[in-house]
């Protein structure tokens, strides 16, 4: 566990001699450009809680540049910017599976910084979450943000179909999914399950739910494992009698969302915070009829007390050519205040806080925040960081995607992902 201790702080202070631009007064720009996911800037800036960039922006005078992308493009566009002689991004949002040593090299140590102007109770902030964004005894990124997973259902459809509730194991949900999926009379076909199937947590999820897993934290490849093969046949399962929508593999994340809202989709895994878009009362069709759960698990694990939860996390990290280096900074305190992490949570974010979900503003306002904090407790990210991470991924969802659609059979497709991700493995 990692704590900013008094020696750290004086040794971050001995260090600022080397960063001269720590603590030096600089130039103001018109604008300030972030490089981040769009739920980032929805957290900051829409939701019950307000804008919470707004008081940075009119103290400052400095307006805010959101490029929001795609989870790859994002960290294409970070490591490109981070790697010119001057980048023209200020601040940008790195997930834990990209935080590798070679791509940290290329972002600001934070210690001068922290020294000089300190971020309020850091170590409030999640320890292992802070522990990722190391390079080496150097803090470089700073936890804004995880993303815990829950299943999010329709409570009215699953109501209608004379169901309470999602089945909390895993080897109910395809009995389940024949109860639910169906076509309403006005044609409007039904999907009983739906999840992002170009990516792995929901894949991993299911895995660790059958009692296996994916990749071990020590690298040890486990893909070829009965819990894969188990997992890759319940999806093709589902997929052949319909109760994925059709189109899945061509789903990005918004269109999930959108089939939710619009009821054409039952039960979906998400981070928590969706629900606050499932219940928008403003572009969905069954407000406040949305309802989270536990991610499926088995009895073993349920009688252990226990929970399968998978989570990842992102950091805000400063470009080491980035021009404005102490106003990266001032935002980044400004956004992990306590004040600012409970408003954004209510916007919609994971707080990375622990004392957060105390505040009985966030248990008032978020109607999962107990759910989320004892997930939180179980969570392990889907997937360990290594530096060809991105191409195991891709191999995942490619390998997946051929079980799933019958392309090749659960076993082929388990053994292929353990026998193509290997190589790409940390020694």
């Given amino acids: 566990m990692t704590l900013l201790t008094r020696r750290s702080v004086l040794a971050g202070a001995a260090a600022a001699a080397l960063a001269p631009r720590a603590g030096v007064a600089e130039d103001k720009p018109a604008k300030l450009t972030i490089v981040a996911h769009r739920v980032h800037q929805l957290c900051a800036t829409e939701g019950p809680a307000g804008d919470v960039t707004a008081a940075w922006r009119a103290r400052t005078g400095v307006a805010l540049e959101w490029v929001t992308l795609d989870l790859n493009a994002i960290h294409d566009r970070l490591l490109r910017e981070a790697s010119l002689s001057r980048s023209q991004v200020g601040l940008g949002f790195m ?54 997973n829950a299943l999010h259902y329709n409570a009215a459809i699953l109501e209608a179909r004379g169901l309470e509730a999602p089945p909390p194991f895993i080897d109910g949900l395809l009995e389940a999914a024949r109860k639910i999926s169906h076509t309403r009379a006005d044609g409007t076909r039904v999907a009983a399950f739906g999840f992002e199937a170009d990516n792995y947590p929901t894949l991993v999820m299911m895995v660790r739910a059958f009692g296996g897993d994916f990749i071990t934290e020590d690298y040890k490849i486990h893909a070829d494992q009965p819990a894969m093969v188990k997992a890759l046949t319940l999806l093709r399962d589902l997929y052949a009698e319909g109760h994925l929508p059709k189109t899945i593999t061509a789903m990005s994340q918004n269109d999930l969302i959108g089939a939710m809202q619009a009821g054409q989709i039952a039960i979906e895994a998400f981070p928590f915070g969706r629900t606050v878009l499932f219940n928008d009362p403003k572009v969905s069709k069954y407000p406040g009829r949305f309802k989270t759960t536990f991610l499926f698990s088995n009895q073993d694990i349920q009688a252990r007390g226990e929970q399968v939860s998978t989570a990842e996390f992102w950091a805000m990290v400063i470009p080491r050519n980035a021009a404005y280096k102490e106003l990266a900074w001032d935002l980044v305190r400004e956004l992990s205040s306590k004040a600012n992490t409970i408003a954004e949570a209510i916007n919609g974010n994971g707080p990375v806080r622990a004392s957060a979900y105390r505040d009985p503003r966030l248990q008032e306002a978020v109607s999962y925040a107990a759910q989320e904090a004892e997930a939180l407790k179980w969570s392990r990210v889907p997937m360990p960081a290594f530096a060809k991470s991105a191409q195991a991924k891709d191999i995942v969802v490619e390998e997946m995607q051929a079980a799933m659609l019958g392309m090749t059979t659960p076993e082929v497709a388990a053994r292929n992902m353990a026998r193509r991700i290997k190589p790409l493995l940390p020694a």
């Fill in 95 to 148: 997930l834990n599976t990209r935080a590798v040593p070679e791509a940290l090299k290329l972002f600001e140590p934070l210690d001068p910084f922290m020294a000089s102007a300190p971020i309020e109770d850091f170590p409030d902030l999640q320890p292992r979450f802070v522990d990722t964004f190391r390079s080496g005894a150097t803090q470089v990124g700073i936890p804004c943000r995880h993303a815990v």
